[in-house]
């Protein structure tokens, strides 16, 4: 790569935002903005800022709405912006980023890096959007973030070859996650397989979705969610799908977005290419001292059926160590509830 190559990162928004997204950013400090204010600074009628915020709040964001003051969002939520974040990233980073995006509405981040070419090798592509119509988790799920409530983010990358224990792959992302967390403030941990907890509230997950031959290179693309300001109401859907969530704000850790989703594309970046190299090793001990699950009682839901044991935590290769009365038992997948203390 040349010197004038150096800074490879091309970053972008989209191009012509719709007024829900105008009205957002306008919102996004946490302040009182009345309709007539909103009306003139962005250039519309007070009845087009109304449809505004009904897109918004038909989108899963909470907007109050008071007579003589106008309207406002309940926590400040600094919106995603392709330029800030690209300033945050490292050097070796912004060699590799050949491309970063931010868009107000995907249907999925994942998705729509599945649909366009493998990036080269030893690049990557970034994408983030501010809302996710159809975000995905883990077997089927729904990951639910209304605007400025979370983080999604998706990352492409393309590996020579498939590495060695690429099942495992999702763990060194999740303490990849746990790096980037951490040079924010914030000690978390980590629930096997793909999900990020503070305490046992769900702070946020991991997926990944590959695409691979038998034989030559393999691409994977990296989606990680994590909640920032999630409301009341997105707290209240969200424990409604079985899953009591936290976010970074009740974390107390700093309230750039974009500084944390820098954070995250440069410890994926950079934990993809040690990945290729030297598989799960580097990340193995990072991952048992984050382990959630290690000395707890569980069940381990699979195709075979339910089994339950005393989690003693992950091997070499990634999987569930699960002590039963027939023995240690070992999971590559599976579904794990933790079993209330009797």
């Known amino acids: 790569m040349t010197a004038g190559q150096q800074f490879a990162v091309t970053a972008r928004a989209s191009a012509a935002p719709p007024l829900a997204a105008r009205v957002f950013a306008q919102l996004a400090d946490g302040r009182f903005h009345s309709g007539e204010t909103l009306a003139g600074e962005l250039g519309v009628s007070r009845g087009a800022v109304w449809k505004a915020v009904r897109l918004l709040r038909a989108s899963g964001m909470d907007v109050y709405a008071v007579p003589n003051r106008g309207y406002r969002m309940p926590a400040a939520a600094e919106p995603l912006d392709a330029a800030r974040i690209s300033a945050y990233l490292s050097g070796a980073t912004r060699t590799a980023v050949r491309r970063l995006e931010v868009l107000w509405s995907v249907d999925s981040t994942n998705s729509m890096l599945l649909a366009r070419p493998n990036p080269p090798f030893g690049n990557s592509e970034v994408l983030l959007a501010e809302y996710q119509t159809a975000g995905r988790g883990r077997r089927g799920r729904t990951w639910l973030a209304p605007p400025g409530a979370a983080i999604c983010l998706s990352q492409s990358w393309t590996f020579r070859e498939v590495p060695a224990d690429l099942g495992a792959l999702g763990l060194a992302i999740g303490v990849c996650v746990l790096r980037a967390l951490r040079r924010s403030g914030l000690e978390a941990s980590l629930k096997w397989p793909n999900d990020v907890l503070l305490g046992d509230r769900k702070l946020g997950g991991i997926l990944l979705e590959l695409r691979a031959e038998s034989t030559g290179p393999a691409s994977v693309v990296v989606g990680i969610g994590l909640n920032a300001t999630l409301s009341a109401s997105a707290r209240e859907r969200i424990a409604a799908?079985?899953?009591?969530?936290?976010?970074?704000?009740?974390?107390?850790?700093?309230?750039?977005?974009?500084?944390?989703?820098?954070?995250?594309?440069?410890?994926?970046?950079?934990?993809?290419?040690?990945?290729?190299?030297?598989?799960?090793?580097?990340?193995?001990?990072?991952?048992?001292?984050?382990?959630?699950?290690?000395?707890?009682?569980?069940?381990?839901?699979?195709?075979?059926?339910?089994?339950?044991?005393?989690?003693?935590?992950?091997?070499?290769?990634?999987?569930?160590l699960v002590?039963?009365?027939?023995?240690?038992?070992?999971?590559?997948?599976?579904?794990?509830t933790v079993r209330p203390v009797s």
């Open 241 to 320: 799908l079985g899953l009591p969530a936290t976010d970074l704000l009740s974390a107390g850790i700093e309230r750039s977005r974009n500084r944390v989703a820098a954070h995250l594309i440069d410890e994926v970046v950079a934990g993809l290419g040690r990945f290729e190299r030297e598989a799960l090793r580097p990340f193995v001990e990072e991952w048992r001292t984050a382990d959630a699950l290690r000395g707890r009682q569980l069940e381990v839901r699979t195709a075979a059926g339910t089994t339950r044991g005393l989690a003693c935590g992950i091997d070499l290769h990634g999987a569930l």
């Open 323 to 336: 002590e039963t009365p027939q023995g240690v038992q070992r999971f590559i997948s599976g579904e794990v």
